[in-house]
């Protein structure tokens, strides 16, 4: 088993198990964490044997880097995961290290593949062969700090798949990562964004090791959200938002409503305007996004013109507005470009590179 999918309290009970006191835990956590160790014969602090214990026990995988790209503030990489040992199939995810003024921040991948069929969204071509373990969760960041020599001060849940498809092993993940032993994240450092499955949504504000919320909205109207997002079928847009309500209430704190700007589709001023009597005086915070062009979608980023214009609506509303600035279009930064790139050129037969 990979000691990365421990959380602390399953640490205290493995070492009980074994007659070891749970005082051992924090040196064990730190090692992992702080020391990011490599092998469990040099975490500090315990005995010799129970070293070898754990050695025994456990291992310490990371995933195998197959792919990466560099730009100027960003860096993407494609990782490969092992699957079962019987089936010998291997897993393709990504994760995107962005540099920023307030840190360094690392959005990661929460399943292989993904069942949301999204309309514009590259991962939605691949669909969700995994959900990833916690272990493999947590060994993301481990990997990205160790590749880029840095230290990640933010995680955001945005890559490939639906975290609240994976809702057991992603707040495992979660109580891993803030523990004090552990990267000691606090809860204003860590985003969980979903496509809008409203129990999970639910569940999340109700967990202790809750986080902060982005939801991606993408159109203020039901019509517009099913045709991009068939979940909308499901949990529509009055009841995504009166679940998102519920969140900032119990928490105090804004939910982001990622907002992809696609010309002709959801960019209209009057969709501004739908989206703005949509919040109301709530605490929404819109994030307008340039869409990241991908092949096989069939849609266009909006025109610095429209999303402005957009963009002024919603601000005479006093909707609190920020537009993201595009990040790594040279690194294929959209989830599941990078993959897609990757399997295109080394995995299918040549004349499939033009689909």
Do not use: W
């Amino acid at each position: 088993m990979n000691i990365y999918g421990l959380t602390y309290a399953q640490l205290e009970n493995y070492l009980t198990s074994i007659g070891e006191k749970k005082s051992k835990a924090p040196f064990i956590f730190q090692s992992l964490y702080r020391t990011q160790v490599t092998s469990l014969m040099d975490v500090s602090e315990i005995n010799q044997r129970l070293k070898t214990q754990l050695a025994d026990t456990f291992t310490v995988t990371l995933p195998q880097l197959v792919d990466k790209t560099d730009g100027t503030d960003t860096v993407k990489f494609l990782f490969a995961l092992q699957g079962e040992p019987e089936t010998q199939q291997e897993y393709l995810i990504e994760a995107v290290l962005m540099k920023q003024n307030y840190g360094n921040s690392l959005c990661i991948s929460t399943q292989a593949g993904c069942n949301m069929g999204c309309a514009f969204c590259q991962s939605g071509r691949f669909k969700k062969v995994h959900n990833l373990t916690t272990a493999e969760l947590v060994s993301q960041i481990i990997a990205v700090q160790k590749l880029a020599d840095c230290t990640i001060q933010n995680i955001v849940l945005m890559g490939i798949g639906e975290p609240f498809d994976n809702y057991d092993n992603v707040m495992q993940f979660l109580e891993i990562i803030m523990h004090s032993h552990g990267l000691a994240l606090g809860k204003n450092h860590i985003t969980v964004s979903t496509c809008g499955i409203v129990p999970g949504i639910e569940a999340y504000t109700a967990h202790p090791c809750h986080g902060l919320l982005a939801i991606s909205l993408h159109a203020p109207d039901n019509d517009t959200r099913s045709r991009l997002m068939p979940i909308n079928r499901r949990y529509p847009v009055e009841q995504l938002m009166k679940t998102a309500r519920q969140y900032i209430y119990a928490t105090g704190k804004k939910v982001m409503l990622e907002y992809v700007m696609l010309e002709n589709i959801n960019d209209t001023p009057e969709q501004a305007q739908l989206l703005a009597d949509l919040i109301g005086t709530d605490k929404f915070h819109v994030n307008l996004i340039p869409y990241n062009a991908t092949e096989n979608s069939g849609f266009t980023q909006s025109s610095r013109e429209r999303i402005m214009a957009f963009y002024d609506v919603l601000k005479k509303n006093n909707i609190t507005v920020t537009m993201r600035r595009e990040f790594g279009a040279s690194v294929k930064a959209a989830c599941g470009q990078l993959r897609a790139d990757y399997e295109n050129k080394t995995l299918l037969p040549k004349e499939c590179n033009s689909l």
